[in-house]
């Protein structure tokens, strides 16, 4: 798994998940997601080129938002695909990791 | 008593050990095995899911050693897959669990063995004295 970070105007922290977050993709992300969580950003997560989730990925996830949440920032996961969409549905984790559709979703749910 | 396996001319069995490392393996031959059987992005999806969060169970909870193996028989037949998941790890039934969410959104672990009970047609579980066996059902529906 991939991870790229950079700006959301001044809003948020724009972190790009390129991959599957399986057992390995959730280590390789780990300790960057743990960085950016005690920084006291915003984090919006583009879930959008994550083709797999599996528990281990939902737990890193809810990890990182806790953190975010703890600083009171927000965290939100940009458009993930139908299936990922599916897992966090059955999952029930739809308050911690509200889900957004496009950037613009995302930077009025900041502001809010 | 054990369930019936169907396809036994297309099965396919292979053994990987108990580590990390098997799991993106196990993954890869898992969606090859499903893209072949014709399943829908939804069920292999699905199955690949499962899979993955058996093995991650066996490796994070089971107390495997360097010895333990896992061993993944799959039967595929036209849009269905049967697979076998079978381990050395301490016994364990993943029926046994709710298939319902039993914490709190912010609870950050225990949702694997839910997601395989959502997932999955048909789950069951035996221990034959030495080994877990896991057999499990994913068959394409009309839902897409």
Same mark, same amino acid.
């Given at each position: 798994?991939? $991870?790229?970070?950079?700006? /959301?105007?001044?809003? =948020? %922290?724009? +972190?790009?998940?390129?991959?599957?977050?399986?057992?390995?993709?959730?280590?390789?992300?780990?300790?960057?997601?743990?960085?950016?969580?005690?920084?006291?950003?915003?984090?919006?997560?583009?879930?959008?080129?994550?083709?797999?989730?599996?528990? $281990?990925?939902?737990?890193? /996830?809810?990890?990182? =938002? %806790?953190? +975010?949440?703890?600083?009171?920032?927000?965290?939100?996961?940009?458009?993930?695909?139908?299936?990922?969409?599916?897992?966090?549905?059955?999952?029930?984790?739809?308050?911690?990791?509200?889900?957004?559709?496009?950037?613009?979703?995302?930077?009025?749910?900041?502001?809010? | 008593?054990?369930?019936?396996?169907?396809?036994?001319?297309?099965?396919?069995?292979?053994?990987?050990?108990?580590?990390?490392?098997?799991?993106?393996?196990?993954?890869?031959?898992?969606?090859?095995?499903?893209?072949?059987?014709?399943?829908?992005?939804?069920?292999?999806?699905?199955?690949?899911?499962?899979?993955?969060?058996?093995?991650?169970?066996?490796?994070?909870?089971?107390?495997?050693?360097?010895?333990?193996?896992?061993?993944?028989?799959?039967?595929?037949?036209?849009?269905?897959?049967?697979?076998?998941?079978?381990?050395?790890?301490?016994?364990?039934?993943?029926?046994?669990?709710?298939?319902?969410?039993?914490?709190?959104?912010?609870?950050?672990?225990?949702?694997?063995?839910?997601?395989?009970?959502?997932?999955?047609?048909?789950?069951?579980?035996?221990?034959?004295?030495?080994?877990?066996?896991?057999?499990?059902?994913?068959?394409?529906?009309?839902?897409?």
């Amino acid at each position: 798994m991939e $991870i790229f970070i950079s700006e /959301l105007g001044d809003a =948020a %922290k724009k +972190v790009v998940l390129v991959g599957k977050l399986d057992i390995d993709g959730a280590a390789a992300i780990e300790s960057r997601l743990a960085n950016l969580a005690s920084a006291k950003d915003n984090i919006v997560i583009d879930m959008s080129k994550v083709a797999f989730i599996a528990s $281990i990925g939902l737990r890193h /996830l809810v990890m990182t =938002a %806790k953190a +975010v949440a703890r600083n009171a920032g927000k965290m939100l996961l940009l458009d993930p695909n139908p299936l990922v969409t599916e897992v966090l549905e059955i999952s029930g984790l739809q308050g911690i990791l509200p889900i957004v559709r496009s950037e613009q979703e995302a930077l009025a749910a900041l502001r809010k | 008593m054990k369930p019936r396996m169907t396809g036994l001319a297309n099965m396919q069995k292979r053994a990987f050990a108990a580590n990390q490392q098997s799991v993106g393996v196990i993954d890869k031959w898992v969606a090859e095995i499903a893209r072949g059987a014709g399943l829908d992005d939804r069920t292999a999806f699905a199955a690949r899911l499962c899979i993955a969060e058996l093995a991650n169970n066996v490796i994070q909870h089971g107390l495997v050693t360097p010895d333990d193996q896992i061993t993944v028989t799959i039967h595929p037949s036209r849009e269905r897959l049967d697979i076998e998941f079978q381990d050395t790890a301490r016994a364990f039934d993943p029926t046994s669990v709710s298939g319902r969410p039993a914490h709190s959104e912010a609870y950050e672990g225990g949702r694997g063995l839910m997601l395989i009970k959502s997932y999955a047609s048909d789950l069951r579980y035996w221990h034959d004295g030495r080994f877990n066996h896991v057999k499990l059902t994913f068959q394409s529906d009309d839902r897409d």
